[in-house]
């Protein structure tokens, strides 16, 4: 089985910015398309990104296009999701995720066979 353990999550203020990190063990890294999800109390969990195989083509859901950026490090099995500009309204649980759908159509809960345990991100002055 695919394991994937999230990190990088806390407390920071409107404005701010975080890192978030997702390792992945159990399975060949290179061959998933990964993505990153987040999920408010009461709310559907929402797509943020999606990230090719080589990292070379990434598709953002219109909530954090131009605020987040996905990125991935295939000799560390990593995943990563800069959060920059990050807002009340990003306060949420940070999933990562693996798929073997092509990144471009890989833009749903269906999509994705693994899924990390989350990490909490809250925005708050």
């Known amino acids: 089985q695919v394991q994937l353990v999230e990190s990088g999550g806390g407390l920071v203020q409107p404005g701010g910015s975080l890192r978030l990190s997702c390792e992945a063990s159990?399975?060949?890294?290179?061959?998933?398309?990964m993505g990153w999800f987040r999920q408010a109390p009461g709310k559907e969990r929402e797509f943020l990104v999606s990230i090719s195989w080589s990292g070379g083509s990434t598709y953002y859901g219109d909530s954090v296009k131009g605020r987040f950026t996905g990125s991935r490090d295939n000799a560390k099995n990593t995943v990563y999701m800069q959060m920059n500009s990050l807002k009340h309204e990003d306060t949420a649980v940070y999933y990562c995720a693996a798929s073997e759908i092509p990144a471009d159509l890989a833009t749903t809960e269906k999509m994705y066979t693994y899924w990390g345990q989350g990490t909490q991100v809250t925005v708050s002055s």
């Open positions: 159990g399975g060949t890294f290179i061959t998933y398309v």
